[in-house]
């Protein structure tokens, strides 16, 4: 399998050689569902609470008579028939959103998305991505020069500069091979990897 690679202009050179078992599987997408909805669930913190009808504050004296008001019987207002009564089955704050995923199909999964982008021509690899001072404007500039935008980039070493530079802006992530996740492959138009983190993910993944 061979990847596009472009200079600092964002113009295209000579393809790189990459593992087909990383960059080359068929589309799996029951696979690929399945693993970024358990990450999108993993990361839930499950901080939800509601209030029963033991819980909520209300008075337990008998609304109205039993019987003569042609009305159905009640005997407190915090019943969950009640406006402003308890849930019928409350949430619980220690409500447990969490989805285990082998392994084994999280890697295929990984593999499935780098493979799906490669054919998409979404995803391209680059010499190195580094900036010199941790300012956002010569981030972006940076950028232009590589006609990218929404993008996602993965260096094999995130230094405090590009980490400065880069974390205010809404479209754009910088991360390490170790901290790519699913969600973010899906997510952004374009994934450049850098010819180290190109290795990394070969040595992790394939």
Not at 104 to 117: D, E, H, N, P
Not at 133 to 146: D, I, N, R, S, Y
Request: aromatic share 6%.
């Amino acid at each position: 399998m061979e990847l596009k690679v472009i200079n600092a202009s964002g113009e295209a050179q000579s393809a790189i050689a990459a593992s087909d078992a990383l960059f080359a599987r068929d589309f799996n997408e029951a696979l690929v569902h399945q693993v970024v909805t358990a990450y999108l669930a993993n990361a839930r913190s499950g901080n939800r609470a509601q209030k029963g009808r033991a819980e909520v504050k209300h008075s337990t004296k008998k609304p109205f008579n039993q019987k003569g008001t042609g009305r159905a019987r009640a005997g407190m207002t915090s019943s969950p028939l009640w406006r402003g009564g308890g849930k019928t089955f409350p949430s619980s704050p220690d409500e447990n959103f969490s989805q285990k995923v082998n392994r084994k199909m999280f890697r295929a999964g990984i593999a499935t998305i780098l493979s799906q982008l490669a054919r998409e021509d979404r995803l391209v690899v680059l010499d190195s991505f580094e900036v010199e001072t941790p300012k956002t404007k010569a981030f972006v500039e940076k950028l232009a020069g590589l006609k990218l935008d929404n993008v996602l980039i993965v260096t094999h070493e995130l230094g405090e500069n590009l980490y400065l530079a880069s974390r205010n802006l809404p479209n754009v992530l910088v991360v390490e091979p170790s901290a790519a996740d699913p969600v973010s492959l899906v997510r952004f138009k374009k994934v450049v990897l850098t010819r180290e983190a190109l290795q990394a993910f070969e040595e992790i993944y394939a």
